[in-house]
């Protein structure tokens, strides 16, 4: 069964403070990997997504993440934080096969920053 | 392109009660899931629905339940609700397997 850990459950930067939050899968093969912002009260957005091919990763607001199969990880990171990018982080696993569409999520990382 | 679109936003029902959820994918998206959404559990995957056919459930009990119709919308179900059932139900859709999936703003469900 797959699964995905992000040790840090909240994370405070100051504004302009690179950032790199932490997320570890358990997969049996090559998995597709995300990571999803949610603001209060809202639902998930996108930021990035890993497929194959290069393991860094370019996404959008300026984030990238690598993958590194080594370490079963997938750090998302971000060279300057805005006050903007206070929100909820959440990495998340899917299945490389025909099962179908299922994400197993981590339990998010709450990102606050300090102006 | 219009996003996905869950319906209601807000819920307030009674335990007992049962209560049904909408959601309307990207147009040409076929693959619909749903997600629970706790404080204390964290989210957690229902279900998807790919062209009218459940592909997946989660580890959720019978008194869930879902279709997709066959302009890709799906409904989900919950009967005899009770109050660990309150939860933000989240809804994406996706062209294809893997293809990275668009969530909606989701429903909050309040039991009482």
């Known amino acids: 069964a797959q699964s995905v850990t992000q040790p840090d459950i909240h994370i405070t930067v100051s504004e302009g403070a690179s950032l790199e939050l932490r997320c570890n899968y358990s997969y049996g093969a090559t998995p597709y990997l995300f990571w999803y912002v949610q603001s209060p009260g809202q639902g998930l957005q996108l930021l990035l997504k890993y497929f194959s091919g290069d393991t860094l990763v370019q996404g959008i607001k300026g984030f990238e993440a690598e993958f590194k199969r080594s370490q079963s990880s997938f750090n998302l990171r971000k060279p300057s934080v805005h006050w903007s990018d206070a929100a909820e982080y959440f990495c998340?696993?899917?299945?490389?096969?025909?099962?179908?569409?299922?994400?197993?999520f981590g339990g998010g990382t709450r990102l606050m920053v300090k102006p | 392109k219009a996003g996905v679109t869950q319906t209601p936003r807000y819920l307030i029902k009674t335990r007992g009660q049962q209560v049904t959820l909408s959601c309307s994918p990207i147009s040409g998206h076929r693959s619909v899931s749903w997600y629970q959404q706790t404080p204390g559990q964290g989210l957690q995957f229902l279900f998807e629905y790919f062209s009218e056919t459940q592909r997946n459930k989660g580890n959720f009990p019978g008194r869930f339940s879902g279709r997709q119709f066959s302009n890709s919308r799906s409904e989900m179900n919950v009967s005899t609700l009770e109050l660990g059932d309150s939860a933000l139900y989240l809804c994406?859709?996706?062209?294809?397997?893997?293809?990275?999936?668009?969530f909606g703003s989701g429903t909050r469900l309040t039991v009482v």
């Open positions: 998340a696993v899917g299945a490389q096969d025909n099962a179908g569409n299922m994400l197993t």
């Open positions: 994406a859709s996706s062209p294809r397997t893997g293809f990275g999936y668009t």
